[in-house]
Each structure stands twice: as structure tokens, then as C-alpha cells.
């Protein structure tokens, strides 16, 4: 029977970066995966896969509305899913071939099949054809991540009825989806299929669209959003989704109370993802899940049971690839007798409409709620030369700063490669710094960086240069 120093349940982001930071760290290390492929929900159905389709979407987009205002004429555009689909599906092989490579220069032991407890150093592990590996390990790391969530009457078929998962790998581009959810994957995944010719129509259950990200953010993208065709329902209650056979018909309450039905050939299911512990046996490690599913931990990643720890999308927190492979790192690093620290108010979320949308710290609602007094700072895209330039124009960026002392509290911003941008803030925000110190950095011109700095005047002075 083999043994080893850590066996990391799950090859996700937060699992097989684990991996590679404990056999950096003079592990012997064996990283159990039950699909053939590593790399988890992030790199097979997730992150990767949804920005590769969003990018195709976007050229088309471009091509379709854009080009001729650009001078470049372009006759017949026409959008190949088949082409698009097995694009991603390349760009998801070579990432993950790229994992795999990792493993092995790392001299990572890969197990593939399902890891279940035996007892809490003892863990088997099943293959497909349902052949048996037992192993020992003094640690271990479960990262077993997360599944699509849906509530009663939303139950996906995966035919008509879809998740993220499904909507990734459509054989058609469909006449009219609706999406029930109108966070990160609604929005992503919506886009895709809205820039491709699909009439989108989002039912939300709050009262806007990316509920938990500052509200400017959500008016913002709901504006640019419709322009693009989208519909918005918000306040609406789903009580069941029908499969037509040709058809999906989805009926809800709307803010009335008033029942209202929608249709359309697919709807897609985004409310969310839970926790997945199926298969792991945790009862004979001497664990169970709290009342979300989560794997409860401490501030050290440990579960109740001391040599295990999890980390990623099965405990509490944000679902963020970045966030599981920070989590990933820290736990590595603590077996190893190290002092590593996360700062989970510096955790940046991003969405990746376009413009895309990206945030950190903490939001204007936030800091009301906890009677924080602070400063706004604003400046919208379109004052930039860079977007007129290209055409980009949509889109804020605020700063939250606080009243008394200037500190950086919170950025927010709609705007083109956001995802990008916001790592100015993430960085400044982790030396403390103040809304002037952004002011005073010089920021190259022409590019969108600049509306950080402006936006960063705004909030210290009370003046922007360019509006
Ligand atoms: P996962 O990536 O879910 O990996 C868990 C792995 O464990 C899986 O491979 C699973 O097969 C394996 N496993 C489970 N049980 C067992 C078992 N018993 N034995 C062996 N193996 C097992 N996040 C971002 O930060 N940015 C994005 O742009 C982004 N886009 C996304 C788009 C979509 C459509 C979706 C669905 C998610 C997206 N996410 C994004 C979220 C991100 O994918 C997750 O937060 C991240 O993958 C979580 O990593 P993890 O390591 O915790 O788990
Ligand atoms: P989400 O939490 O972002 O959004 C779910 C939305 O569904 C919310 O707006 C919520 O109010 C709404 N909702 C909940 N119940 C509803 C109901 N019964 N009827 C109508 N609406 C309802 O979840 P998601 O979009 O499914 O994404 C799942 C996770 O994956 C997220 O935690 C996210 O962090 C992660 N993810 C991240 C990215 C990214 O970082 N760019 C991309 C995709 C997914």
C-alpha cells in the first residue's frame, strides 16, 4: 500500500495547486481525481470554457455591429457553433494537458478515480471499470468543489431545461433562452448566446441583476445589457419550468403576486452552485457537512478532524477559482510549519460581460450598513480618449475612500478589461493606500487605467481633470 505525507481529494484550482505547492515544499504528494481530465469545474465546465466561448461570441459581435464603423467591410458574417464549441474544447485540452504536465515536473502522484475515506488516514480510490486503490496519508486536503444548484420545480433535464455545463457545449444557437438567475453565469453564459442572435431573457428573484456586487454595478450593466437586447424580470418568483418537447414554458410570480408565463426553446438554470461532498465517505473520517453542505473549517483550513483540511468551493466564501487556489496555497504552506495568511477583504470578483465588471473591498451598502463614514469617487468610460478610440464607451469606475483618513475602501467599475484594472486597487489596497496616493501615481495615457486615477482624484478632492 502506498503511503504519503498529503493526498489532496480533488484537482480543481484550489486542489491541484495545493498539490504543487506541498511537493514544492518537499511533500510526497498523490492528487486524486475522478474524471480523466484535472483541472476540475474551472477548467473543464467553468472559468475557461465560458471565456473562450465569450471571446468567439465577441468577435462575432464585433464583426456583426462594429466593423463597419471601423472601416473594415465584412460581407455575410456568419456564427459556426460546431467551430466555436470544439474551439473551447482545444483550448480546454491544452490546459488541462498543461495541468497534467505540472503534475508530473512536480513529481505529483495522479489517482485517477473516486477518493472515499476509509478512516481518517486511510483513503480508497475507484476507478471507472471499478477497480480498487487503497492508500495512507498522514494529511489531507479535500478539494472536491461544487455542482450547479437549482431549487424545486427548476429541476435541470439537461435537454431543455440546462446548466452552465449544457449551455457550454449547445449544438445549436437558440431562437430564445431564458435564464433563471441573472448573476455570474446568467449573465456570462447569456451574453454568449444574446451577442450570437439568442433573444435573452433573465427571471431574477432580487430586485437587480449581480445582487451582492455594488448596486452602481448592476444599474450600470443592466443599462448596457438591455441595449444589447437583453430582458430583465426582476422580482419574479419561478415556481416551475416546464420540457415541451420543442419548448420550454417557465411560470413565476411576478411582483404583484400576478402569475406570468414565459417560453422559449431552452432555459438555462443559474442560481448558483452547492457544495459536492458526494462519494467521500467523510462519516468514516469522523466528519459531515454543515446545514449550506459546506465541510466546516477553522481560520487554519482545518475541519474538525486535525490532519484533514479543505479548502475552494466546498467551504465557506466566495466560488472563485482565485479564492480556491489562495486556500490551496495557505494550507500547504501551514503544514509545512509556515505562516501564511489570506485577506479575504482583498478577494476581487469579476464579471466578464463586456464591458466587463469587477470589484473589491467593500461596497457603498456594505460600508452604510456597518456605519462606515466614506467618500465617492467616480468618473464615467466615455470621458477617456483611449474609449472613444475604440469605440468602448460604456461603463464607471467608483472609489470608495474612507471620509476621515483617505484609505481605499472599496473599488467598483464597469468597464472595458476590468478584470485586468482592478488589480491597480487590489495592490494599492493591500499597502493601505489612500484614494491620493492613486491620484498622484502617474497613469499611462492613452489607456483605461486612467479613469482609476481620475476616479481616485474624484474621491480625495472632489475633482476629476476630464469632466
Ligand atoms: P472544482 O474546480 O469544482 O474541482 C473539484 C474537483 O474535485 C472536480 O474535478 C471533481 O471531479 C473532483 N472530485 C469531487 N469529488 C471527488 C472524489 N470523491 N474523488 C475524486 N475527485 C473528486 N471562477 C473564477 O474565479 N473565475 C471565473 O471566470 C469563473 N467562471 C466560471 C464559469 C462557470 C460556468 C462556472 C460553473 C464556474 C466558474 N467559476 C469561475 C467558479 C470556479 O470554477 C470555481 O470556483 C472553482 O473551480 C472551484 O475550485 P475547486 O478546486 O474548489 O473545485
Ligand atoms: P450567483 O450567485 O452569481 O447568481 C445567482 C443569481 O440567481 C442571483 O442573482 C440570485 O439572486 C438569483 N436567484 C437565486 N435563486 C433564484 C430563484 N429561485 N429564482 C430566480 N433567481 C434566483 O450564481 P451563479 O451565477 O449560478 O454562479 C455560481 C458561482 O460560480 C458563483 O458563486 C460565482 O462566484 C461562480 N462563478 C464565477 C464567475 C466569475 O468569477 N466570472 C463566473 C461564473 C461563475
Not at 89 to 95: K, L, P, R
Not at 288 to 293: A, M
Not at 455 to 467: I, K, S
Amino acid at each position: 500500500m502506498s503511503t504519503y505525507d498529503i493526498t489532496i481529494i480533488g484537482s480543481g484550482p484550489g486542489g491541484y495547486v495545493a498539490a504543487i505547492r506541498c511537493a514544492q515544499l518537499g511533500m510526497k504528494t498523490a492528487l486524486i481525481e475522478k474524471y480523466n481530465t484535472l483541472g476540475g469545474t474551472c477548467l473543464n465546465v467553468g472559468c475557461i470554457p465560458s471565456k473562450a466561448l465569450l471571446d468567439s461570441s465577441e468577435h462575432y459581435h464585433n464583426a456583426v455591429h462594429n466593423f463597419e464603423e471601423h472601416g473594415i467591410d465584412v460581407k455575410s458574417v456568419k456564427a459556426n457553433i460546431t467551430q466555436m464549441i470544439n474551439r473551447k474544447n482545444e483550448v480546454i485540452a491544452q490546459t488541462c494537458a498543461g495541468i497534467k504536465f505540472l503534475m508530473d515536473k512536480n513529481k505529483v502522484e495522479v489517482l485517477t478515480g473516486v477518493g472515499s475515506f476509509i478512516d481518517k488516514n486511510t483513503i480508497s480510490v475507484k476507478d471507472a471499470a471499478g477497480a480498487l486503490t487503497t492508500i495512507t496519508t498522514k494529511n489531507v486536503i479535500i478539494a472536491t468543489g461544487s455542482k450547479p444548484n437549482f431549487f424545486p420545480g427548476m429541476e435541470p433535464d439537461k435537454k431543455r431545461i440546462i446548466t452552465s455545463t449544457e449551455a457550454l457545449s449547445m449544438t445549436e444557437i437558440p431562437k430564445k433562452m431564458l435564464v433563471i438567475g441573472g448573476g455570474v453565469i446568467g449573465l456570462e453564459l447569456g451574453s454568449v448566446y444574446g451577442r450570437l442572435g439568442t433573444q435573452i431573457e433573465v427571471i431574477e428573484f432580487a430586485s437587480s441583476i449581480i445582487p451582492t456586487m455594488d448596486a452602481s454595478l448592476g444599474k450600470e450593466l443592466t443599462r448596457v445589457l438591455k441595449k444589447e437586447g437583453f430582458k430583465f424580470n426582476l422580482e419574479h418568483r419561478v415556481q416551475k419550468v416546464e420540457n415541451k418537447g420543442k419548448s420550454v414554458v417557465l411560470t413565476a410570480l411576478n411582483k404583484k403576486g400576478e402569475e406570468v408565463t414565459f417560453e422559449a426553446d431552452y432555459c438555462l438554470v443559474a442560481v448558483g452552485r452547492k457544495p459536492y461532498t458526494e462519494g467521500l465517505n467523510l462519516e468514516a473520517a469522523g466528519l459531515s457537512v454543515n446545514n449550506r453542505g459546506q465541510i466546516d473549517v477553522n481560520d487554519h483550513m482545518q475541519t474538525t478532524v486535525s490532519n484533514i483540511y479543505a479548502i475552494g468551493d466546498v467551504v465557506r466564501g466566495a466560488m472563485l477559482a482565485h479564492k480556491a487556489e489562495e486556500e490551496g496555497v495557505f494550507v500547504a504552506e501551514q503544514i509545512a510549519g509556515q505562516k501564511p495568511h489570506i485577506n479575504y477583504n482583498l478577494i476581487p470578483g469579476v464579471v466578464y460581460t463586456w464591458p466587463e465588471v469587477a470589484a473589491v473591498g467593500k461596497t457603498e451598502e456594505e460600508l452604510k450598513a456597518a456605519g462606515v463614514e466614506y467618500k465617492v469617487g467616480s468618473f464615467p468610460i466615455k470621458a477617456l480618449g483611449r474609449a472613444r478610440a475604440s469605440m468602448d464607451t460604456a461603463g464607471l469606475v467608483k472609489v470608495l475612500a474612507d471620509k476621515t483618513t483617505d484609505e481605499i475602501l472599496g473599488v467598483h467599475m464597469v468597464a472595458p478589461r476590468a478584470a485586468d484594472l482592478i488589480m491597480e486597487a487590489v495592490t494599492a489596497m493591500e499597502y493601505r493606500a489612500s484614494a491620493e496616493d492613486i491620484a498622484r501615481i502617474c497613469h499611462p495615457h492613452p489607456t483605461y487605467s486612467e479613469a482609476i486615477k481620475e476616479a481616485a482624484l474624484d474621491a480625495t478632492e472632489g475633482r476629476a481633470l476630464h469632466v
